[in-house]
């Protein structure tokens, strides 16, 4: 099987004698010592003053007979296959929307303290294998709807906390923070 030319779509016709990297004959340099190179090895070693010649000097003596061999195209990647990290992604970016209509509108009374840290780790999470993720921009955005839903929450709860202290109140914080006593039925003696 062919290799691919590590600087191009070409065909390698040779390994660099230095790093072992695949080279087609359009990115081989060689040293006046007879030593073939890749370009990153050819300037370091002109840099200590070895002669180094460019590809080109052999490229233009063959002339027409340097037709390169070229490799097809590789296949594009197949985006319809999600992954873990899209999973994620999605899973941030709907925990956050939810967090931030619960916490912040239609359902506050549902507003469970730890729930709406969940888009904050997920978000997190998301953000940092979006670079995996098959469509790695969806995974960013969703990602970063979950973080905002999760700051949302961390950032309204260090409200009523500054504001309870500010004022002297703690009634802010208890409704909050400590769990409402469900009625208990008062026992009546049966004459």
């Known amino acids: 099987m062919a290799t691919r030319c590590a600087e191009c779509l070409n065909e390698a016709v040779e390994n660099c ?34 002669v ?8 233009d ?12 195209e590789p296949p594009p990647l197949n985006t319809q296959h999600r992954n873990g990290n899209d999973l994620i992604a999605l899973l941030a970016g709907i925990s956050g929307v939810l967090s931030m209509a619960t916490c912040f509108g239609v359902g506050i009374a549902l507003c469970v303290p730890p729930l709406p840290l969940l888009p904050l780790l997920l978000g997190g999470i998301g953000l940092a294998g979006s670079r995996g993720a098959s469509n790695p921009d969806q995974a960013r955005v969703l990602s970063w709807i979950g973080i905002a839903g ?12 500054v504001g309870s202290l500010a004022f002297g109140t703690t009634t802010m914080l208890t409704s909050v923070f400590v769990p409402r006593a469900l009625p208990t039925a008062i026992a009546t003696a049966i004459p």
């Open 61 to 72: 003596q063959l002339g027409a007979a340097a037709q390169l061999p070229r490799l097809p």
């Open 52 to 59: 180094v010649h460019p590809p080109s000097l052999y490229l």
């Open 150 to 161: 999760g700051i949302g929450f961390v950032a309204l709860v260090l409200l009523l906390i």
């Open 17 to 50: 004698e230095i790093t072992g990297i695949p080279l087609c004959a359009g990115c081989l340099w060689y040293t006046e010592d007879g030593r073939r190179v890749c370009e990153r090895t050819a300037r370091l070693l002109a840099a200590e003053g070895v």
